[in-house]
């Protein structure tokens, strides 16, 4: 016994983070070898979105695979972009140093976030070919490109470098690249095919990244192609200072020691997001601070007293001091027009409804949930639906029952929307695809491959919330159609087999045929409105054309509204029916009245959009009959289109404040905490 | 855009690795405040067993977990061990200090891997209380403990450390402790029950760790305490070399750059596991190496021939170089019958069957899976069977959905061992229990902390076989079940209402009773074997009462054989019925002829086991006619002892070549990847 704490404490030693990972290489995404290509492929993509993003440039971006060795596994993988560039010096930092980046103390949406990814590329190819990874790189300013290997001796996280210089960097059509970073990295990996492959991958990340062109050439020289599909840059986001409500007695701790701000108020203004002065102030008093002590002399219990007033728990004349939300320029959220557009494109479907929730807030991190359906279509209805889950615009492949995203689907009692679940649990079946995206500004994963999200209640809440909202919106379309597909069959039934027996009858007794039209009228009892939206090829337009029936004996008033994408920039025109906007994307008719038998249609045209955007209308109506195919606009919908219209122009604050900094914060009036109803899904195709 | 690239980059730094896992506390298990209270037990107990079985003691633990502030969620945890202790300046590297230990380098089963654990708890417990963690520790060569206050000081990942002494630690009885370690971290955390608790992990940790005496003081003072239920401490093991199987080129180029051997035969010998004299000259063939060459000159294409000639690439005399599989001395597996008395210790249930396999091999590294099977008593059996998962003797409480072992019994369709499963995939249903534990040297877990276990083929194929292996037991068992229920009703229908009838016509009809006995053993026509295995309490001996009837009108002869658990140490005595050894742990009687309507009865008695070890003997026999409760012993069988015995001669090889060292490996005479046969569950209770 003598002796052995000794011994075994003479084998310990310190082991560097690289070595960590080498040894860990799965937590990197490299433990299979048709995985190890994926993950190669997402951690250079990712860094050129990242890139282009941040300079923002619209990303053309460019990825070959190619197999060396067939029989040995072993490929080669270059990846260009057109990205900003790295300066030469900080190439070797970036490729060959782990945990080495920009973004990982900053407060903002990005892809990366860790400085790990890219560096486990160049530590996997070492690894798995004892080959470096070759780079060039091209920044504007200067004539020529940087190009060097680079290596890593994990050993003590450095680079290594080799056959560093410079060239000219010839493009195909014998022009000079401007700008732009391109990789080739060679590595023991497969190229498979199917769901979990690289040009999935690649399809998924085009999705939810529309203003990027990418090309992929795959190892049988087959080249595939995503087009830009706008050419609007995703909304650029702003690093923000941590907000109080997410700050740990130990983060504190540590802020306060290293402070090199004059004082106390200082402090509290300088360093944290949503602290106005008059909040400063309530801080303070709250945690019987002076506001002019000198930061040294804050200690201890002071800290504690501080976190206390940060959290609520110590009062300010009553109650807690009154902090703003966190601003939420730092999020980028895709937007629902664009989720559709993205979906519908990529895969054939009936319906589609999109949702993005107003932002919320967790642990001090601003964050938010988009989601989207799609439904119908040619999708097998006998198979659980496609859940396509993607975290900061990046697509997430693997560990898919792990993931928060996919609980908050399996959470849902998908049997009262119209889809089967055995036993109102797990992912449902049906001919549908569910799309989740969180943005958020610190995104936590379940490890650092970043495949699944880590459980949190609140994202959790978020992302229920939206798929309930969305799971209505989908009965509703459901129930519409079944009611629609009824009514047609019983108005063809009549139509079609009462006139036969009414001439059949009049036949055999040899009497005149009968007017049929004041019975027919009489048992369909119900008025109905039917309506189309449709691309117009050669307009390049949205045609849309609204039709009500009245098959009712009386004479029938009503108001008739429609949703259009006004949002999203769209136009009504060609709209001879007049009538007047109703609210933020609504549109009303007030129409004349209608005699029994007589049906009115309402004809218009939208401008600005794309082919896809905008696939159906809904329709509503206010009157005292109800109307087959529409909706009653009651109170709960008007209020959601306040709460709508008030969001938009609370946005427009937001987007001026981030240009003159805190004191424009204050200008937002209420804190997204507190916001935690539904959105409702105004632009979503549910009519 | 000038100067763009140039801003980004002017952002860049490098984190240390306490900032990162600061930021990403999840990813080491504290994502929710419930579970942060398990990771900290659960990384202090890890450490106290891992010390107690490198230092070789039987470890006493005691957990205490306290509500410091219910408000604020303050609790206070302390783990106290009898381990060999930490001399004073190691003290602070260890609780300190990421990724500082002593198990990183090293190739064998150990609980702790990466020195990240308990340095976690103590950064968390700073983050969220802003307080240090308090060490005591004490070791057998000082009569004074250390004691001292460990905080972390992120931004450089090193220890702090405040009111650094010694004392004597005082124990309950007033004596002073020899060693042992104590740690009390105050934490922001909840303390829950149910499934997913303190408690259920303990509860656990003592199934897959019998030699541990495990203590637990809840927040209410309840005191919940695990017996050790053996002496015996898990085999001792050994670090071994890699084994060349399991090196990628990058760590070969490390390895010859690093080496300070005096040339390449020597490099071979001595820094790889498995390579013998004659595999060192193979290779060195294979390669086109000389030998004598010094470690220096070996450079570039030398180095990847030689892994081309590991890899079996590269080959000798027209096949590839002959390697030795790795030595298994650095698996400690819990072995059967400890898995059995663990399993049925803490779940009532009426049938047992375990089943450890022979180790394997992957990526050079040694695994072993074990596997577990209950079922039946008071278990629900409309609810998925409860699945018990762990590695290296670690509970794994999170992330079930996405680990290797739930997708390896998954994997299999349990409809058909008698199991619901829908479609034959998932979770099956069932009055069941699944365990099953992966030892290995490298246990590859899907994150830091470490709760689920990463894709690995060779891993998957070798539980998934442990899994149908058992399935075909738990399958006999119930058909074995079903069967002699039958023919009990048949039995008991006959013996009774037979009787009764005869009787009663014999009275109505006022004749004689007839004799019944021949028309029943007629109508039965079966040979039946009862067998009990019951604890006698009075004599701590195991009793095992086997009956034969012969139901059927001719003179019948069988030889019966039973199994017994003889590798374990189990002895056989008060066997009046004579009999000899047929193979490893099986007995057999050749029975004299029994008449038609006789019984005959074996009595004996099992000595060197404990309450709970052995519960069911599995009966087989030999002869031309079926007994109903019994297996016909046939080759199939046969073989699959004398592969055990082999097996168990070939261990005993094992052991005595890790004393000699590398040249008795060479005795072991086939290689582990060679053997993928399943493993019978001889002695699991199947019969």
Chains 1, 2 share one sequence.
Not at 601 to 622: M, P, Q
Request: glycine share 8%.
């Amino acid at each position: 016994m003598a002796g052995i704490a000794q011994k075994l404490a003479s084998n310990q030693k310190q082991v560097a983070i690289s070595e960590f990972f080498e040894k860990n290489k799965h937590f990197l995404g490299f433990d299979s070898l048709a995985r190890s290509l994926i993950t190669a492929v997402k951690e250079a993509v990712d860094n050129a979105l990242d890139a282009c993003e941040e300079a923002r440039i619209l990303p053309t971006i460019r990825i070959q695979i190619s197999k060396i060795d067939v029989k040995k596994d072993i490929i080669r993988l270059v990846v260009e972009d057109n990205g900003p560039g790295i300066p030469q010096k900080s190439i070797e930092k970036v490729f060959g140093q782990l945990l080495f980046g920009s973004r990982f103390h900053a407060i903002r949406q990005s892809r990366g976030q860790q400085g790990i990814g890219i560096t486990g590329v160049v530590m996997y190819c070492q690894l798995t070919t004892g080959r470096t990874t070759h780079v060039r790189s091209k920044i504007a300013t200067e004539p020529t490109a940087a190009v060097v290997d680079i290596g890593l001796d994990t050993r003590k996280n450095k680079a290594t470098k080799a056959n560093a210089g410079r060239e000219i960097w010839y493009q195909e059509d014998g022009s000079s690249k401007e700008h732009g970073t391109e990789i080739t990295a060679e590595m023991k990996a497969k190229y498979q095919k199917g769901r979990q492959s690289v040009w999935q991958y690649l399809r998924m990340t085009s999705i939810v990244n529309p203003h990027a062109e990418i090309t992929f050439i795959d190892p049988e020289g087959v080249k595939h192609h995503w087009n830009r599909v706008t050419e609007r840059l995703p909304t650029k986001v702003e690093s923000i200072k941590p907000h109080p409500h997410g700050i740990e007695l130990g983060q504190l701790q540590r802020m306060v020691s290293e402070s090199k701000d004059l004082n106390l108020n200082h402090f509290l203004l300088n360093n944290f997001s949503g602290v106005t002065n008059r909040a400063r102030k309530e801080l303070c008093k709250a945690a019987e601070l002076e506001g002019t002590r000198k930061m040294k002399t804050i200690k201890g219990d002071d800290i504690r007293h501080l976190l206390e007033a940060f959290q609520g728990e110590r009062l300010c004349d009553g109650s807690p001091a009154k902090l703003l939300k966190p601003p939420t320029n730092c999020l980028s959220p895709i937007e629902e027009m664009l989720i559709k557009k993205g979906l519908s494109k990529t895969i054939d479907s009936r319906f589609v409804t999109t949702l993005t929730r107003v932002p919320s807030v967790t642990q001090g991190n601003p964050f938010q949930v988009e989601v989207g359906l799609i439904f119908g279509g040619s999708m097998a209805s006998d198979k659980p639906v496609e859940v396509l889950r993607f975290a900061n615009r990046v697509p997430l492949m693997y560990q898919q029952g792990g993931c928060l995203l996919t609980k908050a689907i399996e959470s849902v009692d998908w049997r009262q929307y119209g889809l089967e679940q055995a036993g109102g649990k797990g992912v449902p079946k049906g001919p549908a695809a569910i799309l989740v995206h969180l943005a958020s500004t610190n995104v936590q994963f379940t490890s650092e491959a970043k495949e699944a999200l880590a459980d949190n209640g609140e994202v959790m809440e978020e992302a229920r919330k939206a798929m309930l909202e969305m799971g209505r919106g989908l009965r509703k379309h459901l129930e519409k159609k079944k009611k629609m597909a009824k009514t047609k069959e019983k108005f063809e039934l009549i139509n079609d087999i009462l006139p036969a027996i009414a001439e059949k009858s009049a036949h055999i007794l040899d009497r005149p045929v009968p007017e049929l039209a004041g019975s027919i009228t009489k048992i369909m009892s119900a008025v109905i409105c039917e309506s189309t939206t449709v691309w117009n090829k050669e307009t390049k337009q949205t045609d849309v054309e609204i039709t009500l029936f009245n098959y009712t004996s009386r004479v029938r008033a009503y108001t008739i509204l429609a949703t259009w994408p006004e949002k999203a920039g769209a136009k009504i025109i060609g709209n001879d029916t007049g009538g007047r906007k109703e609210a933020l994307g609504v549109w009303a008719w007030k129409l004349d009245a209608l005699q029994p038998g007589e049906q009115v249609k309402i004809n218009y045209s939208l401008t600005g959009l794309e082919r896809g955007d905008w696939t159906e209308t809904e329709i509503l109506f206010r009157g005292s009959q109800d109307v087959i195919g529409a909706t009653k606009m009651d109170e709960k919908f008007l209020e959601e289109i306040r709460r709508q219209e008030k969001l938009q122009s609370e946005e427009v604050v937001v987007e001026d404040s981030s240009a003159t900094g805190e004191v424009a914060q204050e200008a937002i009036p209420e804190p997204v905490v507190a916001a935690p109803e539904g959105q409702r899904t105004l632009f979503g195709g549910d009519a």
